[in-house]
T-cell receptor, first 113, second 112 residues
Framework: NAGVTQTPKFQVLKTGQSMTLQCAQD?????MYWYRQDPGMGLRLIYY???????DKGEVPNGYNVSRLNKREFSLRLESAAPSQTSVYFC????????????FGPGTRLTVT | QKEVEQDPGPLSVPEGAIVSLNCTYS??????FMWYRQYSRKGPELLMY????GNKEDGRFTAQVDKSSKYISLFIRDSQPSDSATYLC????????????FGQGTILTVHP
């Protein structure tokens, strides 16, 4: 099993450009999450999907949109990138929303210039 | 004030030392307490979890929760260079159940 996979691994964008970060899991998990990690800030939840067909805002949703394409895939879209969105983005999944154990992908390092 | 506070370090110790990592929190509804380990340029992975107050031991690792003080700790005995990583505390419970709130992470280096 690959677990949680993310593409791309690295990306550089110019201010105002858009892009979609892809995430897929092969563990048949119901819930999926997008976090960003910044120095000194820990992991902050952007959006999550408790189950297929549902999405909800997390702590820092502004500037992002998500799509739960099917049970396996959960994408994060930046419509108009800003330098403040320079960060490392992690996708995670868990069996259920109530599960305390989340499985993380390897991350996407995004730089917005 | 953040809901979860964790000393970011960095912490540098010699091999074989006992390491103590700590978090404080403000939300008394938190009931599940986790420690995640994150190696450089990797995603976090669950190391240990504890439900409510008490201690839990797993090999060289011991997790402690003191709900009365809103304080959790992770102890690493006989630390090894392979323990060098960032350690993140996380917790959930109450109306936040299912959503993890993370500390800032503590960077630990164990040198031979």
């Amino acid at each position: 099993n690959a677990g949680v996979t993310q593409t791309p691994k690295f990306q550089v964008l110019k201010t105002g450009q858009s892009m979609t970060l892809q995430c897929a899991q092969d563990m048949n998990h119901n819930s999926m999450y997008w976090y960003r990690q910044d120095p000194g800030m820990g992991l902050r939840l952007i959006y999550y999907s408790a189950s297929e067909g549902t999405t909800d805002k997390g702590e820092v949703p502004n500037g992002y949109n998500v799509s739960r394409l099917n049970k396996r895939e959960f994408s994060l879209r930046l419509e108009s990138a800003a330098p403040s969105q320079t960060s490392v983005y992690f996708c995670a999944s868990s069996e259920f929303r109530s599960s305390y154990e989340q499985y993380f992908g390897p991350g996407t390092r995004l730089t917005v210039t | 004030q953040k809901e979860v506070e964790q000393d970011p370090g960095p912490l540098s110790v010699p091999e074989g030392a006992i390491v103590s990592l700590n978090c404080t929190y403000s939300n008394s509804a938190f009931q599940y307490f986790m420690w995640y380990r994150q190696y450089s340029r990797k995603g976090p992975e669950l190391l240990m979890y504890t439900y409510s107050s008490g201690n839990k031991e797993d090999g060289r690792f011991t997790a402690q929760v003191d709900k009365s003080s809103k304080y959790i700790s992770l102890f690493i005995r006989d630390s090894q260079p392979s323990d060098s990583a960032t350690y993140l505390c996380a917790m959930t419970g109450g109306t936040s159940y299912g959503k993890l709130t993370f500390g800032q992470g503590t960077i630990l280096t164990v040198h031979p």
